[in-house]
T-cell receptor
Framework: GAVVSQHPSRVICKSGTSVKIECRSL??????MFWYRQFPKQSLMLMATSNEGSKATYEQGVEKDKFLINHASLTLSTLTVTSAHPEDSSFYIC??????????????FGEGSRLTVL | LAKTTQPISMDSYEGQEVNITCSHN???????ITWYQQFPSQGPRFIIQGYKTKVTNEVASLFIPADRKSSTLSLPRVSLSDTAVYYCLVGDPISSGSARQLTFGSGTQLTVLP
């Protein structure tokens, strides 16, 4: 099946620094990718929709300047948490749809990235 | 957005069949029903997807009644490794960027006991 990979899987940073998380579709092209955030014992919350070659669409309540999303190619989207603070500590997950070949448009998820801000 | 309702938690014993039901009363004509499994600190993993009646694959079956307002994920003979959170999502998999597919409900924590 289709594979979506995230990097890094874990990152620890100091408050005030910026952290970049990469999401790659390894064997298919994705014009659209999605970024989620998940706090402990809670469900996934959609943060934004990343569109290749254009601006991301953010969900209500998600700060655009805080969570910068870039989707420069059909296989890579990046999420940058700018000036991270402890409350940004969370599990960030990306996903993408596979429409090509035998793909049925189902969502495939990355492994997730655990961000801890000290 | 299509809203789904699932039981918060379920317990089962090894070897038993487990059925998890999801309610989705406002499902649209083009919507499919997709179930995902999530282990702690991992991304969700696709289990099964269906539109109506019954779908079966190597790991699960999905039962969808005629009115499609609910669906039941059936896991045959569960093992300890099936302990996870299970989510049902309702949406149009063809519509790129469709927000209807992307809203996760609370999920069901399945705990398989020895």
């Amino acid at each position: 099946g289709a594979v979506v990979s995230q990097h890094p899987s874990r990152v620890i940073c100091k408050s005030g620094t910026s952290v970049k998380i990469e999401c790659r579709s390894l064997d298919f092209q994705a014009t659209t990718m999605f970024w989620y955030r998940q706090f402990p014992k809670q469900s996934l919350m959609l943060m934004a929709t990343s569109n290749e070659g254009s601006k991301a669409t953010y969900e209500q309540g998600v700060e655009k300047d805080k969570f910068l999303i870039n989707h420069a190619s059909l296989t890579l989207s990046t999420l940058t948490v700018t000036s991270a603070h402890p409350e940004d500590s969370s599990f960030y997950i990306c996903s993408a749809r596979d429409y090509g070949g035998s793909g049925t448009g189902e969502l495939f998820f990355g492994e997730g990235s655990r961000l801890t801000v000290l | 957005l299509a809203k789904t309702t699932q039981p918060i938690s379920m317990d089962s014993y090894e070897g038993q069949e487990v059925n998890i039901t999801c309610s989705h009363n406002n499902i649209a004509t083009n919507d499919y029903i997709t179930w995902y499994q999530q282990f702690p600190s991992q991304g969700p993993r696709f289990i099964i997807q269906g539109y109506k009646t019954k779908v079966t694959n190597e790991v699960a079956s999905l039962f969808i009644p005629a009115d499609r307002k609910s669906s039941t994920l059936s896991l045959p003979r569960v093992s300890l490794s099936d302990t996870a959170v299970y989510y049902c999502l309702v949406g149009d998999p063809i519509s790129s960027g469709s927000a209807r597919q992307l809203t996760f409900g609370s999920g069901t924590q399945l705990t398989v006991l020895p």
